[in-house]
């Protein structure tokens, strides 16, 4: 009897201990599985977005347009799964406007394509980015944005994430030059996207993210079009 309680303690002591370890594991390691972007278009719609998924990926869409009293009437996918916006900024009067959705993945392993649709015609993207390892239940800390009128840059900061959770952005312009998306020297950014549009309807954007950090301290985003005078928009989960 004393060894079966004895054994019973310590197979409890071990769960106990193990749990808290199981689950920073779980989300210890996030990872970029496969992503997709449209072209640059001037109608109302994006439907050729097409990722592989599986269960529990995360999906983070990507919206830029450079017409501020239209928005993203809504987004669909093959799976049906339910889209939620998470950040949009344009509020300011000028052109440019961004917006960020997520969705969590629930259906089997499969390519979905997926649909964005706007309120009105505009010139615009769509990127799709997949995500593996990503804490299902809270995957981004925070959001934040600006969007600006005749200004080269907007300067944004965000806490970092924790343990199992992304950190995607978005930057747009009305200028045909390549954005620069960059974050301060202690985190690692990727650019996933960028695409510029010249001739008289200039237009340009980057997608960014970052899967890790070296410290706890406040990020500084900057998204900059490499042009004063022009409208910028910029949105960070």
């Avoid at 009437?73 to 049906?80: E, F, L, P, V, W």
């Avoid at 809270?138 to 005749?150: E, L, V």
């Avoid at 300067?155 to 974050?183: K, M, Y």
């Amino acid at each position: 009897m004393r060894y079966s309680k004895f054994l019973l303690l310590s197979i409890f002591t071990v769960l106990i201990i193990s749990i808290p370890q199981f689950y920073q594991d779980a989300y210890g390691a996030i990872t970029f599985d496969n992503s997709a972007v449209s072209a640059i278009g001037t109608d109302n719609v994006c439907d050729d977005i097409t990722v592989d998924v599986a269960v529990d990926d995360v999906v983070v869409i990507a919206v830029g347009y450079d017409d501020q009293s239209i928005s993203v009437s809504s987004i669909s996918d093959d799976n049906g799964h339910t889209w939620t916006e998470r950040k949009n900024d344009g509020a300011n009067g000028g052109l440019a406007e961004t917006s960020l959705w997520t969705t969590v993945i629930t259906t089997t392993n499969t390519a979905n394509t997926i649909t964005v649709n706007l309120s009105g015609s505009s010139q615009h993207f769509c990127s799709a980015l997949v995500y593996n390892g990503v804490d299902t239940t809270t995957p981004f800390n925070q959001a934040t944005g600006d969007d600006q009128i005749n200004q080269q840059t907007i300067a944004l900061a965000l806490t970092p994430a924790d343990t199992g959770q992304i950190t995607t952005g978005v930057c747009v312009g009305e200028w045909n030059s390549a954005h620069l998306q960059t974050f301060d020297g202690t985190a690692t950014g990727t650019n996933r996207h960028n695409a510029v549009q010249g001739g008289s309807d200039k237009f340009s954007y980057s997608v960014i993210d970052m899967l890790s950090y070296t410290d706890t301290s406040a990020k500084d985003w900057t998204c900059d079009d490499q042009q004063t005078g022009r409208d910028i928009a910029s949105s960070m989960i």
